[in-house]
Nanobody
Framework: QVQVVESGGGLVQAGGSLRLSCAAS????????MGWYRQAPGKQRELVAR???????NYADSAKGRFTISRDNAKNTVSLQMTSLKPEDTAVYYC?????????WGQGTQVTVSS
């Protein structure tokens, strides 16, 4: 089992940047993948970015070129650097720890981008 806790959300103007962090309760070096998802009001939860144990990444089309996911195995953290933020990025952002047959979710952190 692993607990993940997000931080770093807030209110930012369009065009601005935010860095989200996710702290895990145990070593993430053996966890298959760590991810960031988001859910906007009235919409389904969607993948934003994921990083594998080996460091390979994949991004939603909406995040490519603007967001960067990274992991620090020594600190058991995963970060999501978000730049050029748009109002449509407004959502609750969730961190995940993903095994082959399980996924643990954090409580989420709110990101609001004003126009």
């Amino acid at each position: 089992q692993v607990q993940v806790v997000e931080s770093g959300g807030g209110l930012v103007q369009a065009g601005g940047s935010l860095r989200l962090s996710c702290a895990a309760s145990r070593s993430i070096s053996t966890i298959n993948a760590m991810g960031w998802y988001r859910q906007a009001p009235g919409k389904q939860r969607e993948l934003v970015a994921r990083i594998s144990r080996r460091g390979s990444t994949n991004y939603a089309d909406s995040a490519k070129g603007r967001f960067t996911i990274s992991r620090d195995n020594a600190k058991n953290t995963v970060s999501l650097q978000m730049t050029s933020l748009k109002p449509e990025d407004t959502a609750v952002y969730y961190c995940t720890a993903e095994g082959l047959s399980w996924t643990y979710w954090g409580q989420g952190t709110q990101v609001t981008v004003s126009s």
